[in-house]
């Protein structure tokens, strides 16, 4: 084909160059070098065009029109204002390449779609113009799209993600004959929160999927949540309360929640059909910039989800009703097969109904979402929740466990104080931030992680031998997950190092198995406290590899080396050892023919033998094997009769013969031959690999429990942490307690403080000043039960922590106006559910009860919650309150409330010097209009306080005069 624009004559090889210059609106790339065969000056673009980019476009679309016809002109239109709800332009062509396009957007409507169109990946209409506004893309004013080079996905990858989108990637599809591009794509991969590529996430937290199963006949609600490229799955039962999966939700902290139900596919503003697949319904914290979620609040109340479950903090999804529908036992069988393999599928099956339901949802949004790299998961393990201690939702938040309240970041959190950031593996971290999120019940295995701590903080030698080994110790989880993912390429550059990788982390585990009974063997801790040394030894006995995992490592080892960075060693296939000897064989034959070419060209032309030129002649590989000369040297073998001109670039000139024609084939045919039993080899070692999986995460866990246990050892020395006593017993004592976050940052000004709750005294009381310390003392106290059933030391010089079954916090004010919640109605909330659920094994603080509403009222609530603590939950409790005349109402309850004020002095300018020490008694004062003039409120306002204050004085003196003689009486009886 040839086209003339003017006097131009322009050919077939140059179409594609100006297209793929100009194609996305770029007409910079067209400045310098202009393509062989079209004269510079018709290309030359100013280096600062002073015209706006559409009419640069028009200024080369002459040029443009006699190229061959692009994917705007068969199947687009420009972008036209009156889009709908598919983002297809209303004015757009329906031809097949189009219409495909209109097809899968009907399909991903959340999701940007990214549709291959040869070496490019192109957006297009809505897609095109909400991404260009937040990724540094430039849209072609004249078609309207965006696009980037196929090769580039993974580095566009993680922009998208940061930005909050969602991908779905189509690609070609090519006829398996005669290997020609089919006009319809295939979706290949869809990229949401959830399923987010390995290399985009953050290794130290789990990434988790969550599947919420609609609710029961007997009310129970099933989860199961996975995190897709670790291969953990994990399967659950949440009563029918809301308020209990609110408090399941912030304790997995899922990045995206699947929920179905038969409303999904009703009348609702939510409608799905089976076509469209899972919707969007929230977007939790990282909006994504194509769905709009304004009342997912009002949308998931509608679908059954009250606001008390806090779903529409999160990314939610919703699946149609199908999707949580029962399986049939052979397509069970199979789906199930798929994910967890044959010998691991039996569990899945025998699990309780809702956990089963839970799990088919889980895998069928991954099936419509991997296609084709399907991941290999694990067996589902059961999490009891009466195994754990239960925090609930608020608690979580006001004793910022993971986030602060501030900022909701995990800086300053106990997360990060406890070192988790600070492990040595990324297995450790999510360890630590799984014992930290639901510490145990169990004393024996809490005492048990305790002994392995105690062991390590005695044997420091040994802990830093064990700390230097799992620094060397990669992720097992996310290596096998590689290695078993069902890669059609890639298998050398991927697969190949992580296997390599499981082998050396393998070693280094059979390495610290042996430091550690090194130690128990030869140190003077093992011989003083034996059962120190025999926690050691069973907290690391999965490190010994077993027969299987010696013979796994050592085929890796004779196949790959260490490292694999050589590709298969010798010796592993006499198949593939022959065709590298041919391969090798074939190399040296081209070498050969480029030593004799020399030679001949040398003894014909003086000027070549002259040549110091290293590169004057070579035989090297351009779409066939060929001779490459300098152009000074073409006619040389122009005028050789064996040799035709095959093309020619500015500086070299390359030919060929039948002889090299025929070494080329026979090399790709030895290089096809060579790849594919390469794979089937690779792939075999997979195999191998299923079949150990088992033992592989076992050393995994066992690995990252033992990373979690240094760390803590660590962490006490640098930290004067104790251990403490666990027992079954109703108390909590605790001498010389800190504030863990307070006591870090702050470890020279911090006063140590103590408390002791136990059957006797079972409700601590505090009245202080403001700023005086109550908050701290009440948060420090809790935070010294999660540590203790976690496993670890704690800050203090002594504590006996009694089992806590259920921890509850109220601490800190907030309203909820999207509910239309005052600040008093959501603490009367709170409240209520503790006064709900807590036991006489649970542990109670609360502060500053009763605030917020008129005196009489307040204290009235603070006097009425306190009766039903102490004699319907029988719990233990610490609260704090600023009502002084509390302790009068309260005078006949004796020693089971023990009354405790923390002090300040007034010093003559005004400013306040707290004491911060916890002490028996009651403080009368407040100081308030003191604390009111440090915080800088005008000298006027705090003046007239004072002066108020002081009139008002006598008031309240018969006020509580009043209470006193009030509590002569039976106060009035519990309801």
């Avoid at 970041?409 to 040595?424: D, P, Q, V």
């Avoid at 430091?515 to 907290?539: F, T």
């Avoid at 000027?607 to 779409?623: G, N």
């Avoid at 001498?735 to 409700?763: E, I, W």
Wanted: hydrophobic share 40%.
């Amino acid at each position: 084909m040839a086209c003339t624009v003017g006097r131009l004559r322009v050919g077939d090889g140059i179409g594609a160059r100006i297209r793929g210059s100009c194609r996305y609106g770029n007409t910079a790339s067209l400045r310098g070098r202009a393509p062989r065969g079209i004269p510079p000056r018709l290309l030359r673009v100013p280096e600062r065009p002073s015209m706006p980019s559409s009419l640069l476009w028009r200024w080369h679309e002459p040029l443009l029109t006699c190229l061959r016809p692009t994917f705007a002109t068969r199947a687009r239109a420009p972008p036209s204002s009156n889009t709908n709800t598919t983002g297809t332009a209303a004015t757009a062509p329906t031809t097949p390449g189009r219409a495909d396009y209109i097809r899968l957007k009907a399909q991903t409507l959340d999701h940007a779609l990214c549709y291959q169109r040869g070496k490019f990946f192109e957006l297009f209409d809505t897609d095109a113009s909400v991404v260009s506004r937040l990724l540094p893309m430039r849209r072609s004013e004249r078609t309207g799209m965006i696009g980037f080079p196929v090769h580039r996905l993974q580095n566009w990858m993680p922009q998208f993600i940061q930005a909050g989108f969602s991908m779905a990637i189509a690609t070609e599809v090519r006829n398996a004959t005669t290997q020609q591009v089919l006009p319809a794509r295939e979706l290949t991969q869809i990229v949401t929160p959830g399923t987010v590529p390995p290399d985009l996430r953050d290794w130290s937290s789990p990434n988790y999927l969550l599947a919420i199963a609609p609710e029961q006949q007997d009310g129970r609600v099933g989860l199961c949540w996975a995190d897709v490229n670790t291969g953990e799955v994990q399967c659950s039962t949440s009563a029918d309360s809301h308020d209990d999966l609110a408090d399941e939700l912030l304790r997995i902290d899922p990045a995206e929640v699947l929920i179905a139900g038969p409303m999904l596919n009703g009348d609702s503003e939510l409608a799905l059909s089976q076509d469209a697949g899972p919707r969007r319904i929230s977007n939790g914290p990282r909006r994504n910039p194509l769905v709009e979620a304004p009342n997912a609040r009002k949308q998931l109340e509608e679908l059954g989800w009250p606001a008390s479950s806090r779903l529409a903090e999160f990314c939610v999804v919703g699946l149609p009703s199908t999707w949580a529908s029962p399986l049939r036992d052979a397509a069970l069988h199979r789906l199930l097969d798929s994910f967890f393999g044959a010998t691991e599928a039996a569990w899945a099956r025998s699990a309780p109904a809702e956990q089963q339901l839970a799990c088919l949802m889980l895998l069928r949004y991954l099936l419509h979402t991997q296609r084709t790299s399907v991941p290999r998961l694990s067996a589902p393990g059961s999490y009891l929740v009466d195994s754990h201690l239960l925090i609930d939702a608020q608690t979580r938040q006001s004793l910022e466990i993971t986030k602060t309240m501030a900022h909701g970041m995990e800086k300053g959190s106990l997360l990060a104080i406890m070192g988790h950031r600070k492990t040595a593996t990324a297995a450790g971290s999510r360890e630590l931030r799984e014992r930290l999120t639901a510490p145990l019940r169990d004393t024996t295995a809490i005492s048990h992680r305790l002994d392995i701590v105690e062991f390590f903080t005695k044997s420091k030698p040994t802990a830093a031998r064990c700390w230097k080994l799992l620094q060397q110790c990669l992720d097992l989880n996310m290596h096998c997950q590689r290695a078993a993912a069902d890669r059609t390429d890639g298998l050398l550059t991927t697969i190949v190092p992580s296997l390599c990788a499981i082998n050396r982390t393998l070693t280094t585990a059979a390495e610290l198995r042996n430091a550690v009974q090194v130690a128990c063997n030869d140190e003077p801790v093992a011989a003083a406290e034996p059962h120190l040394a025999a926690a050691a030894l069973e907290a690391t006995a999965d490190l010994s590899m077993t027969e299987p995992l010696q013979a796994f490592a050592s085929d890796i080892m004779r196949c790959f080396g260490s490292h694999g960075a050589e590709g298969l060693l010798p010796g592993c296939s006499e198949e593939i050892d022959s065709l590298v000897a041919r391969q090798t064989k074939l190399h040296d034959v081209y070498s050969d023919i480029e030593v004799q070419l020399i030679k001949e060209l040398s003894q014909s032309d003086a000027a070549f033998s002259k040549s110091m030129s290293r590169q004057k002649l070579s035989v090297v590989e351009h779409d066939s094997r060929c001779v490459e000369v300098l152009k000074s040297f073409g006619r040389l073998l122009d005028a050789h009769p064996e040799y035709d001109r095959v093309s020619a670039t500015g500086s070299r000139h390359r030919f060929r013969n039948q002889e090299l024609d025929r070494l080329y084939a026979e090399e790709k045919h030895i290089m096809s031959q060579l790849a594919e039993l390469q794979a089937n080899f690779i792939r075999s070692l997979c195999l191998d690999l299923e079949e150990v999986r088992e033992d592989v995460n076992r050393v995994a866990r066992c690995l990252a429990g033992l990373d979690v246990a240094v760390v803590s050892a660590r962490l006490a020395a640098t930290h004067d942490l104790v251990r403490p006593t666990i027992t079954q017993e109703r108390v909590l004592s605790v001498k010389g307690g800190r504030h863990p976050l307070v006591y870090a940052a702050q470890p020279d000004a911090f006063v140590p403080n103590d408390c002791t709750l136990d059957n006797a005294s079972r409700m601590w009381v505090l009245t202080g000043p403001n700023m005086g310390g109550k908050s701290t003392f009440l948060r420090q106290n809790a935070l010294m039960v999660i540590l203790a059933q976690m496993g670890s030391f704690v800050p203090a010089d002594e504590a006996v922590i009694g089992i806590v079954d259920k921890l509850f916090s109220r601490i800190g004010s907030g309203d909820n106006i999207s509910e239309n919640q005052s600040t008093f109605y959501v603490e009367m909330a709170e409240t209520a559910t503790i006064l709900r659920q807590a036991t006489p094994q649970s542990l109670v603080v609360l502060d500053e009860i009763g605030r917020g509403t008129s005196p009489e009222d307040g204290l009235a609530l603070a006097w009425a919650i306190m009766k039903h603590l102490l004699e319907v939950n029988d719990c233990r409790n610490i609260s704090a309150t600023h009502f002084h005349a509390l302790p009068a109402l309260l005078h006949h309850e004796g020693d089971r409330i023990s009354w405790r004020k923390l002090g300040a002095m007034a010093n003559e300018d005004g400013s306040l010097l707290f004491s911060h020490r916890v002490v028996p008694g009651v403080v009368a004062e407040s100081f308030g209009v003191e604390i009111a003039r440090q915080a800088k409120v005008p000298p006027l306002v705090v003046r007239m306080a004072l002066d108020m204050k002081e009139k008002l004085a006598p008031s309240f003196g018969r006020f509580h005069d009043d209470i006193v003689n009030f509590v002569g009486e039976d106060p009035p009886q519990q309801a």
